[in-house]
Each structure stands twice: as C-alpha cells, then as structure tokens.
C-alpha cells in the first residue's frame, strides 16, 4: 500500500506541470482539450473536401471566409511506422528542432517559458509574393492524456498552438501582418506485439496522427493564392515533419 502510495506521488510530480499558475492556464486547458475533442470528430458527413493524398497521409479542408479573408480549416490523417505519439508530439513542441522540418519560417524566439511543456513563441515567417510578410505569436503546450475511451489502449498525446499576446511582440509595431492560428497534432501508438514474446522494438509501432489547423491570414491577400499557397505548403509539412522524426528516432531507445 506504501509503496503504490509513494508510486502515485511520484507520478504526480513526474506529470505536473508548472503552467497551472500563470494567468493563461485556463485558456490553455480549454483550447487544448477542445482541440483534442474536435481532432477526434471524424471527417466523414461531406463538409471535409479531400485535398491532397499520399499514402497513408490524407488531408481535408473546408473552404471558409471570413470578412473576405479565406480561413479554411484543415484536417489531416496519417499513419506512421516505427515511432510513438510522445516522439511525435515532442519534436512538433520542441523549439531546438524546429528548423530541422519547418520550411515556413525565417525567424523563431521563445518569448517566454511558462513551464518544460509550455511557452510563448514569436515567429517570423517567409514572404511569400505578392503578400505582406506575415509573423505569429502563439501559446504552445504539449501533453499526455489517459486515454478514457479504451484504459488497455496507449495515453494519447496533443501538442496544441494558439494565438496569444505578448508584451514584448505587439502586434502594431512593425510592418509585419499577424496570423492568427489555432493548430493541434494529435497522435496515438499502438502496438502489435511480437507472437514469439520477445521484447517490443520499432518494428512494432504504429503512430496514428491528426494534425488540425485553422490560420486566419490577418490582412490581405488573394484567395486564390493563399490556397495554392496552402496546397503546396501543408503536404510538404506533414510529410518533411513525419520523416523527420522517423529518421531522429531511428536506433534511439523508444519514449513511450
Ligand atoms: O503547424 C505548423 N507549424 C507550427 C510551427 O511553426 C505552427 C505554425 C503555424 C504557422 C502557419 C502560418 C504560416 C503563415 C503563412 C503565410 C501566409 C501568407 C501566404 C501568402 C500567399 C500569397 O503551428 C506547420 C504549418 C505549415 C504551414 C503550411
């Protein structure tokens, strides 16, 4: 009984975070947990127009506009061999990395570290003709979650941005046009485990993935553009990003 007791105190710590003091948590919890909820609804009822394909890698929009800007919300699907939802989701989260798979960005500061799993990050992207140059300040978080609909499946991972503010970024200063953007990727393993019994190795994961992204452009550009923009960004995205971390997690010891 001592022992499970000290075991649970230790799970505790190991898995707190720190966040839950600062005054963003609340949006942080909410936003998080909504996106894990709309990253779970499926895109079948018609409203999700298939885009782009590869593989396993499918993805989705719904073109939407808003005061003339397109918004369009996107879905993504994708199976993954050989590395675990944690993996994935760290190296999304991981700022020391994120030049290794993101071909969008020409500048990137952490603003601030609210904890280890949480922080704000000021971003310059490239410009894309004929647009203005476009930044983004968001709230980055990643976490496990119990995975509460199946207790013998493996704890879902999220790793969730969002537009925040932020003292020393703000958004009038400068000729750059701010995005705003709510984005998630949420992945799950699973394991087929080896029929002889032996110990479970990179052979035997699979990683499924949904990455979801609504960006709002912040100022003009063409419709048009932006979606070609978009149809030729996202795949490359998500296929440089997947690989990236097959290749990082190669020969590495599994991080479940
Ligand atoms: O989710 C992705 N990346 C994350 C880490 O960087 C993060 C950032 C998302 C920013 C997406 C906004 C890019 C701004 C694009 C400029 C728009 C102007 C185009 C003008 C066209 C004429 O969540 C991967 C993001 C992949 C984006 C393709």
Not at 183 to 192: A, G, M
Not at 194 to 201: F, H, I, M
Request: a neutral charge.
């Amino acid at each position: 009984q001592q022992y499970l007791e000290r075991l649970k105190n230790k799970q505790v710590v190991r898995f707190a975070s720190q966040a839950p003091a600062h005054p963003l948590w609340p949006e942080i919890e909410r936003v998080t947990l909504e996106q894990l909820q709309y990253a779970r609804l499926g895109v079948e009822g018609g409203v999700w127009q298939l885009f782009a394909e590869d593989g396993e890698m499918k993805m989705y929009k719904r073109e939407e506009e808003v005061d003339g800007l397109a918004v369009d919300p996107l879905k993504a699907v994708h199976t993954v061999k050989g590395v675990t939802g944690r993996e994935m989701t760290h190296y999304f989260f991981s700022p020391d990395v994120r030049f290794e798979w993101e071909t969008t960005l020409e500048q990137m500061k952490v603003l601030e570290t609210i904890a280890d799993d949480t922080l704000v990050i000021l971003q310059i992207h490239k410009r894309v003709w004929p647009a203005s140059q476009r930044d983004a300040l968001f709230w980055s978080h990643v976490r496990r979650v119990p995975n509460d609909t199946d207790r013998d499946a493996q704890d879902i991972w999220i790793a969730c941005n969002h537009s925040t503010e932020h003292h020393e970024a703000p958004s009038n200063e400068g000729k750059m046009v701010r995005v705003a953007l709510t984005v998630c990727l949420v992945c799950q393993t699973s394991i087929e485990p080896p029929a002889d019994g032996g110990p479970v190795t990179r052979d035997h994961l699979t990683c499924k993935i949904t990455y979801c992204s609504v960006v709002n452009p912040g100022g003009w550009v063409p419709t048009s553009a932006l979606r070609a923009v978009y149809k030729r960004e996202y795949p490359k995205f998500l296929k440089r990003f997947t690989q990236y971390v097959k290749d990082r997690c190669d020969k590495q010891p599994i991080l479940f």
